[in-house]
């Protein structure tokens, strides 16, 4: 096992981070806007709403379509997310061996409701490495790109935000641990490129494998 200096806290994100899902996500967003009325290509719908909350999907939606979404609108449309899960769904290529050799204390901050997360990270054998830290943008007023969800977790477990590193894959993830300040290890082995997580107090890789290195090396000078 490798041990890490300079942080006391890893903060994962779960969707593109613990589980390979955003691929399977960004695709069904693809066929339920297009059902709803929007045409949109895959990168777009990456720009728009990866790293975002439901209630941020809806209220955009909305206001694009001059629409109200009634209650239980989107009932049907998790059938369709379930099926493309229950068939495709697989752990991010690398965590479990990350996880296995890293040392600090760790949580799950999402913008995913607890329901969504306690399904993904069951399907894939991860809850048992979470359970009791996890964390839910449902928890907080403000989602991703606001710090508020990273500041939340960092307050439960009582660390201070400069000693929390954050693992993200959306450019609003990393937007949001930047505001936290939070050092961020920004995950490019998904849908989001690497220019658009690289910047000021951020660490972009691409290997999972990496991460025990990357964090035990501390922030960059």
Not at 15 to 34: C, F
Not at 147 to 157: I, K, T
Not at 187 to 214: C, H, I, K, N
Request: overall charge negative; glycine content about 8%; some cysteine.
């Amino acid at each position: 096992m490798i041990s890490q200096d300079g942080f006391d806290l890893v903060v994962f994100d779960c969707d593109g981070v613990l589980v390979d899902s955003e691929v399977i996500s960004v695709r069904v967003d693809q066929r339920v806007l297009a059902d709803l009325g929007w045409e949109l290509e895959l990168d777009e719908i990456v720009e728009r709403f990866v790293g975002k909350s439901e209630a941020h999907f809806v209220a955009t939606v909305e206001q694009q379509l001059d629409i109200r979404l009634a209650d239980g609108w989107d009932r049907e449309y998790g059938l369709w997310y379930q099926e493309a899960f229950e068939r495709d769904l697989e752990a991010v290529d690398g965590i479990e061996e990350a996880l296995d050799r890293l040392q600090l204390p760790h949580c799950v901050a999402s913008s995913g409701s607890h329901e969504k997360m306690r399904r993904t990270l069951s399907r894939t054998g991860l809850l048992h490495r979470f359970e009791g830290r996890i964390f839910s943008a449902t928890e907080v007023a403000n989602g991703k790109p606001a710090p508020d969800l990273f500041l939340h977790a960092a307050a439960r477990l009582n660390t201070a935000p400069e000693l929390c590193a954050v693992v993200e894959d959306s450019a609003y993830g990393v937007q949001a641990a930047r505001a936290a300040g939070m050092h961020v290890f920004a995950y490019a082995g998904g849908v989001t490129p690497a220019a658009r997580l690289a910047g000021p107090g951020t660490t972009v890789f691409s290997d999972m494998r990496q991460l025990p290195e990357l964090i035990a090396a501390g922030r960059p000078c």
